[in-house]
């Protein structure tokens, strides 16, 4: 079986996101994405998830983050509307802060079920929402270059999208409890150095001759070559319910692919930092978030997560203006000034001590958003 790399002649963008359903009288989760489905109607960009409290919508290939922008406002509010019908709200949120697991219930699809029967516990209690971004890339090779140093800007993407502090109504000290999760899953978390595309073809062979997964689809890195579409997909990012803070993060997915792969093409080396620091890193961004201090160099120097990102929106710019993403990569400068999603609802919960607070709080940020859109 070979495993064919559809490669993309341009760095296309296809994006997903998973949205929550919410009891906008009780600021509670629900389980009737089902019936929000049925409403919507039979179409390719809203499909069901593992929990039926979970919706995601997927954007057709994109060429500029303004076409993504464009298309997500519009099932955004497609979406809405049909929850809008059903005295519903629907928010992009990485965790609700008070919902408990043990409550959603398990999508009716043979493949979801499967799976749950298979992982049990760390399966069904997966009750979080992610943003995964793909870009197109031109080979097989070359996309094995860049996912291998893509993992060293994982932290750096993480930090800008993290919003879960709270999970099943504690604090948990992190600014993505997401991550910690989702790592749960066996086939999560960071992923495997490749030396080329027959290394990450003998391996997911391996993998699947071994019953460890079904298809590539089972396997749920951080960062994935996507054979079918020709693409590399981001899976670190939390849901965060500023769409600008969405597309800023989009932006920044395409721009590091531009930049690697110009490198990639000049036959210069590729910035790929030792496993243990990008671990430590990804560690680091998972708890402090942009307050993070993370390892620079080998000898263990450090620098803070806010000047990483600085100097990063620098080196990245001549390849926004490129792709026609400038205003939206400048948002990272904006995110580092304000604090990202898990500041925001920790200020309110301080102020109100209520949970319910919070949540009203992150839907009223992703509707305002998605307004100004």
């Not at 960009?45 to 298309?71: N, Y």
């Not at 860049?146 to 994982?154: G, S």
């Not at 000049?266 to 708890?287: D, Q, S, V």
Request: contains cysteine.
């Amino acid at each position: 079986m070979a495993l064919i790399f559809n490669g993309s002649p341009e760095p296309t963008l296809g994006v997903e996101c998973e949205l929550l359903l919410i009891d906008p009288k009780t600021w509670q989760v629900v389980n009737r994405v089902p019936e929000l489905l049925a409403l919507i109607g039979d179409v390719p960009w809203a499909k069901p998830e593992l929990l039926q409290c979970i919706v995601e919508i997927i954007t057709t290939p994109c060429r500029t983050v303004g076409d993504v922008k464009k298309e997500l406002v519009q099932k955004f509010n497609a979406a809405e509307a049909a929850a809008n019908q059903l005295g519903l709200t629907t928010c992009f949120v990485a965790t609700h802060p008070t919902a408990l697991w043990k409550d959603m219930v398990i999508t009716e699809n043979q493949r979801y079920l499967t799976l749950v029967n298979k992982m049990q516990w760390p399966a069904r209690r997966a009750m979080i929402m992610g943003l995964h971004v793909h870009v197109g890339v031109k080979t097989a090779e070359k996309a094995i270059a860049i996912f291998n140093a893509l993992t060293t800007f994982l932290p750096h993407l993480l930090a800008v999208s993290a919003a879960s502090p709270y999970f099943m109504g504690e604090e948990t000290g992190l600014a993505s409890s997401r991550i910690k999760v989702f790592e749960a899953m066996p086939t999560a978390g960071l992923p495997q150095r490749m030396l080329n595309w027959a290394e990450f073809q003998r391996f997911m062979k391996t993998l699947i001759h071994a019953g460890a997964i079904q298809s590539i689809q089972e396997i749920w890195w951080d960062v994935r070559p996507h054979p079918k579409f020709g693409t590399i997909e981001i899976r670190i990012c939390d849901g965060t319910p500023d769409l600008d803070d969405v597309l800023a993060l989009v932006a920044m997915c395409q721009c590091l692919i531009c930049y690697l792969e110009d490198l990639y093409d000049a036959g210069e080396e590729l910035p790929i930092h030792k496993y243990w620091f990008i671990r430590e890193n990804k560690w680091r961004a998972t708890r402090w978030g942009l307050d993070a201090d993370i390892v620079h160099a080998d000898d263990g120097t450090t620098r803070g997560m806010r000047e990483e990102l600085e100097t990063l929106v620098r080196i990245l710019t001549p390849f926004a203006v490129q792709q026609n993403c400038l205003h939206e990569l400048q948002h990272v400068l904006t995110v580092i000034d304000r604090g990202g999603s898990y500041d925001r609802q920790r200020a309110v919960y301080r102020k109100s001590q209520r949970f319910e607070a919070v949540t009203e709080a992150v839907v009223g940020e992703y509707r305002d958003s998605v307004k100004r859109a």
